[in-house]
């Protein structure tokens, strides 16, 4: 087994709109056995158009030899980054020349190599799921501002930050603690790859939360706030470097599910970028701390020599039925828009229950979040794939050392990491997020059930997930049979 470590900075392949808090990076594990080769790309970016991120793929293994299967785009859904058209076009064709040159150079100076890896077990210290139903009221979901308990439970009594649009619902649950305990992801993975000298060629971190809060001060007043945004790497970047003092070589992180997994991150004083990026520091210690304490505990030698493949599958998922068919319908949605705002405020002012209140709520901004979820003719989705409501998206795999990578399309839900472990229960199962480019949220019928940022934010059929898990299963089941 030869491995490989790279970082890149993307400074140069986009137009800045912001001033640099830290450089933004591309990240690169090349891995290679016999004849089996795979690079995993994990880049600081918010959203890219999964043309454009295939695009990437396909010119990266023509020009580097590397089979387009084998070859993973993940993108950490950092907001303090560049995001779709921003990453599109000549941006992307800069991107795809640096890459390229830096991946051709990486396979050069790939080594022969040994790895350890320790699975951390973080319980729910650093991360709690921010969707919860509330009683008589509905499904939400909080971005910040959560209290926590004596025990580090994340609650809050506050439907101001349960994105409600600013409706006030008087409740008796809101006279004591809502608690947000769904399931989470707790596995995080920490591997090291060293040469046969011993040294140490590089890093690879794991974990499932949201990176967002070098943008915490703009969920707060502050009258001078977009004056505030810089781009920044966020915890995991932070969590990356940490690990490169520690340990040596080239520290790189992958994420986990995020769509409804959120850091436990700070709210009172997060009023500047500088305060946001200390708590992205903070964050990084806490986790990246955790994890490297296991690892000194717990870290194992790994079977380099196990079974090591690679593959992509395809899946064909329905879009969600109040899609428009056409950009034409698109670009004519706004009295849609304003007759849901209309029937909105007329059930506010009338004074009818909030569970009736916070599903109209729920229509009004998914209509608005249409213009969001299809961006335009250029780049998102194709007018074939509205006019037949069917989205192929890719699913990559990776076997190595005894583990099963599985990157999977858009914002996945907590769901997918628990359904990909038990399904795959005799395993070690690492799934993750983001992996294609960007197809928004990934809601499962729960989420559609409940209502709330999920449900706004996914072109997904209720089924979609469903169909997903059946088709992808027996893929799966095949690629691990040796």
């Keep these: 087994m030869k491995c490989g470590f790279a970082k890149m900075s993307t400074k140069g392949t986009f137009e800045p709109v912001w001033p640099y808090g830290t450089d933004i990076y591309g ?43 084998s070859v993973w785009y993940h993108e950490l859904q950092i907001h303090a980054a ?27 100076r790939a080594e022969e190599c040994d790895c350890y890896v320790a699975e951390c077990d973080m319980g729910t210290e650093f991360t709690f799921n921010r969707e919860q139903y509330v009683e008589e009221l509905g499904g939400v979901t909080v971005w910040t501002g959560m209290s926590f308990d004596e025990e580090g439970r994340p609650y809050t009594q506050n439907p101001d930050i349960m994105l409600l649009r600013g409706y006030q619902p008087k409740l008796p649950v809101f006279d004591q603690p809502i608690y947000f305990d769904n399931p989470n992801d707790q596995m995080a993975y920490l591997f090291l790859f060293k040469n046969k000298e011993g040294k140490t060629i590089g890093t690879l971190s794991r974990f499932a939360a949201h990176p967002d809060a070098a943008v915490l001060f703009e969920q707060r007043f ?3 706030k977009e004056h505030e945004y810089h781009y920044d790497f966020d915890w995991p970047g932070y969590l990356s470097e940490d690990m490169e003092k520690v340990f040596g070589g080239i520290g790189m992180y992958i994420n986990g599910p995020c769509a409804d997994l959120s850091a436990k991150k700070s709210y009172d004083g997060m009023d500047t970028y500088e305060d946001s990026a200390a708590d992205c520091r903070r964050l990084a210690s806490l ?26 599958f395809e899946i064909t998922l329905p879009m969600k039925e109040d899609i428009p068919y056409t950009y034409d319908e698109i670009r004519s949605i706004q009295p849609q828009i304003d007759e849901a705002q209309r029937r909105l405020d007329e059930a506010i002012a009338r004074g ?20 969001h979820l299809i961006r335009g003719e250029e780049y998102s989705f194709t007018e074939q794939q509205l006019a037949t409501h069917e989205v192929t998206v890719c699913v990559t795999a990776l076997r190595f050392g005894g583990y099963l990578f599985v990157g999977v ?65 027996p893929k799966l089941d095949e690629f691990m049979r040796d």
């Design 352 to 371: 009818e229950a909030p569970a009736h209140i916070k599903r109209l709520i729920d229509d009004r901004w998914r209509i608005g979040h249409i213009n």
């Design 222 to 224: 502050h009258p001078n």
């Design 409 to 473: 399309p858009g914002e996945s839900l907590v769901d997918i990491t628990l359904w990909l472990r038990s399904r795959f229960s005799g395993t070690k199962t690492v799934s993750v997020d983001q992996v294609g480019g960007y197809y928004n949220y990934m809601a499962t019928p729960r989420s559609m059930t409940l209502g709330g940022y999920t449900y706004w934010s996914s072109w997904v059929r209720r089924d979609a997930i469903p169909i997903f898990k059946a088709a992808l299963a």
């Design 82 to 108: 560049p995001e779709f058209e921003q990453m599109a076009g000549k941006a992307m064709d800069a991107l795809i020349d640096r890459s390229v040159e830096t991946i051709l150079e990486l396979i050069d």
């Design 287 to 312: 986790i990246g701390g955790r994890m490297r304490e296991i690892f000194t505990k717990n870290a194992v030698k790994l079977d380099v020599d196990a079974a090591f493949k690679t593959e992509s």
């Design 27 to 69: 990240r690169f594990l090349y891995l290679e056995s016999g004849k089996e080769r795979v690079l995993i790309a994990a880049f600081d970016l918010s959203a890219s158009y999964p043309r454009e991120a295939a695009r990437w793929r396909r010119e990266v293994a023509r020009r580097t030899g590397i089979p387009e299967k």
